[in-house]
């Protein structure tokens, strides 16, 4: 079976267009054992989005969000893609959450997650990296929702959290009938999506950032102006790439006909623009832009990751300890890149563990 497959499968609804986004012949045709049907947790996650196309009247759109208004729509034509999956929980006896907040025994309403899928701002690993997910936060007990932000520009940042604020703000202004308790969430990505992720807390693009004009070199002036969000309670990352700048002092040690250029130079173009610079990186170095307020943080990555080198959830880690903030750090020794779920590996059990240090403030931090 491919993913091509699992699209035009009428069971999935129209929550099947975001299995994975802006697809090209070799991703369509690709088999689900390449992509790591077990490992993804291919099974469970497809019944999930079955179940919810099967409840809904409408082929599942009952369950995608589009964030910006029509009016924001017409003036930035490009807002109209955006796109949030809202995977409702299924409430357990079970379930637990901290003291403080209430229990599904006492109330229907929820925390909740919002999942951020990767893709190097070209498109989303929407299935393995969104939906996967939320459908194992919904046996947990809570409630998901799964980002699909803008792609494809050069440059695009920050236009992307731009859209992870508006979907906070979305969700918040929408917590009645989503079932959700305001102001309490964690956020989390993978790869490009835990790029996004990570800014939530940043110093100029977090929720504490004021409106601002931020020079970026050769991308010329970003205008910075945030939502009215909560912090987030915690954050997940997996597989960030923490320093862009890192990657550019690489690749201009590369040869010109270097294979790895195809790769790297497109995903700066996206961060930095067509004549990324140091400057226009700049302002997305994350470990230069957060301070020990920031949230109470999830690390995993993989040793043998040959997209996003280890080293990137290591300088976190360190950053991290020398900050004083509460984390968590898992590093495999295999398993490479964009393993969702991470079944049968190493790493397998992060995501309860993550939710479990989210919701439990007594769990010993900065593990290794």
Known sequence: MTIGDLVKNPAYGLLSRYIFTY????????????????????????HRLEELAASDRQGGSSYIHRIYSAEDCLANYDKA??????FPAKIRETASFSSDIQTPASAPCTPYVLVIPGGAFNRQWGFIEGQAIAAALNEMGYTAFVLYYRTKQEP?????????HRAVAYIEEHAASFQIQKGHYMIGGFSAGACLAQEIASDNFGYASRPAVIKAGSA????W???AIPAPEAIFLAYTACSNMDSYYRLQKLPADSPQRAGM?????????????????????ILRHID????????????????????????????????????????????????????????EGWLEEAVQFWQNTNLAPAAH
């Open 220 to 223: 010329g002036q970003i205008s």
């Open 156 to 164: 695009l940042m920050p236009k992307p959290i731009e859209d992870m």
């Open 225 to 227: 102006k945030p939502e």
């Open 265 to 285: 130079s497109p995903f700066l173009r996206r961060i930095g623009g067509p004549a990324f610079d140091e400057q226009s990186l700049e302002p997305f170095e």
């Open 81 to 86: 893609a955006v796109a949030l999956l809202h």
């Open 292 to 347: 020990s307020s920031y949230p109470k943080t999830y690390l995993l990555a993989n040793e043998d990751d040959d997209v996003v080198p280890v080293v990137n959830t290591r300088n976190f880690d360190a950053k991290l300890n020398e900050l004083g903030v509460a984390h968590i750090c898992r590093i495999g020794r295999t398993g490479g890149h964009s393993f969702g779920l991470g079944i049968g590996l190493e790493l």
């Open 23 to 46: 697809m090209t012949p070799d991703r369509y045709y690709a088999s689900l054992d390449s992509l790591g049907f077990k490992t993804a947790g291919f099974v469970p996650g497809l």
